[in-house]
């Protein structure tokens, strides 16, 4: 006997052009950095609001550690739940409009500890077919019958609905989807699950901060509240520049999740210091609408710009952009052709994104300025020329 070897698998992604491998980057993140020694123009960053390098939120975390020190200790359940964790959960609550707000290490695990929590061997999870991995990952561990339905459409749930004959039902949808850009039909998604009394789960890592009135997301955007989104997941790392995430909903929901969450219960709170940045972060996100209003611009700027160039851009009005090559040798030949150039956008290839839809995942951030926007528009006018090699 003995083990499988792992080259084959390894040889087989190198040749069908879907090996990946990292970049070592030198400094804070923000549009221009160094990235294995050679300076470059960010546009593949998370950090839409600019904020994972602000100074409020960089002392608010300097302080924290000068009150709690690095690390929790322990686990939220055990003594790992500080002042800081729970103020901040509060303020959460407030902001997204619901009575309470848990805190989870990340948001890979709220969603896996949400859905496991709530859905279980006779129920059915209904997932959008380009839900984030996450989602995907939570409904196997849950056990649930998993049915997924075509992209942003109602109507194919609604009729995948009909034909459930036992236990609950759970729909789980990105707010903005991760590698598309655009919105669920909220509306619509809440209506129908609110007459079939099924939970809806929207996860708004890419709407919190970005959507809605003082970045209160994409549920805010529709105008909808705790009755039509019961369980609301918000990601820390993305727009609000720090880490962590939390799940927020009704007082039951949230004792439920404290209970029964076990990537909640089985694992170390995250630095109280983080938790103190977050809060920093919460009161930058919410006053400075001037964040927002210089994304909506730069959005508005880079769609017609790529357009002139014929360039093959999805619906998207939020400031993830991406561009479809379709092979993967595609996307991956325009991500090094941007990259002579002095623009990191990364190429994201299956199984991320489905067969056939490579791209380029441009995103854009507060923190980018016009001249900025300038350069990746200059530099993607090479693509146009360029042919699958
Ligand atoms: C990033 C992301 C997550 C995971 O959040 P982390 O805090 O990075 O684990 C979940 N859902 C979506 C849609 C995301 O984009």
Redesign the pocket.
């Known amino acids: 006997m003995s083990v499988k070897p792992l080259q084959p698998e390894l040889n087989r992604r190198r040749k069908e052009h879907l090996y990946r491998s990292r970049r070592v980057s030198e400094g804070p993140q923000g549009p221009e950095l160094k990235m294995d020694g050679h300076p470059l123009l960010s546009f593949c960053s998370n950090d839409y609001l600019g904020l994972a390098n602000h100074p409020d939120v960089v002392a608010a975390m300097q302080r924290g550690t000068e009150i709690y020190g690095v690390g929790s200790g322990s686990a939220h359940l055990v003594n790992g739940h500080s002042q800081a964790h729970h103020a901040l959960e509060e303020e959460l609550a407030a902001f997204t409009g619901r009575p309470r707000a848990l805190l989870f290490s ?3 695990m709220a ?1 896996q500890g949400v859905i496991a929590a709530l859905a279980g061997r006779n129920d059915t999870l209904y997932q959008d077919r380009l839900n ?1 991995a ?1 989602l995907i990952d939570g409904g196997l561990l849950s056990r649930a019958r998993m049915k997924r339905f075509a992209h942003g459409d109602t109507a194919a749930l609604q009729a995948q609905m009909a034909s459930q004959e036992r236990g609950e039902a759970l729909v789980a949808v ?1 707010g903005v989807f ?1 590698m598309d850009g655009d919105l669920a039909p909220l509306r619509s998604l809440a209506a129908l699950c609110r007459g079939r009394g099924a939970w809806l789960l929207v ?1 708004d ?2 709407g919190l901060g970005v959507l809605g009135s003082e970045g209160r997301g994409s549920t805010d955007h529709f105008g909808l509240g705790l009755d039509d989104v019961p369980i609301l997941m918000g ?1 820390l ?2 727009a609000f520049g720090t880490f ?2 939390f799940v927020a909903g009704s007082d039951e929901l949230i004792e439920t999740l404290i209970q029964q969450a076990r990537s909640y219960i089985f694992t170390t709170a995250l630095p109280p210091a983080v938790a103190e940045a977050a809060r920093a972060s919460l009161r930058l996100v919410r006053s400075e609408e001037w964040r927002r209003e210089h994304l909506r611009e730069l959005v508005k700027k880079f769609r017609s710009g790529a357009e002139q160039l014929g360039l093959s851009l999805m619906l998207s009005e939020t400031p993830i952009q991406p561009i479809v090559a379709g092979s993967s040798v595609q996307a991956l030949s325009w991500s090094r052709t941007l990259e002579a150039q002095g623009i990191l956008v990364s190429a994201i290839r299956p199984p991320t994104v489905p067969e056939g839809g490579a791209r380029l995942r441009v995103t854009l951030s507060a923190n980018h300025s016009f001249q900025h926007l300038d350069r990746l528009l200059t530099a993607l006018e090479q693509l146009k020329i360029q042919e699958v090699p």
């Open positions: 990340t948001g890979y969603n984030h996450s990105d991760s996860d890592a890419h990601a790392g993305k962590g995430a």
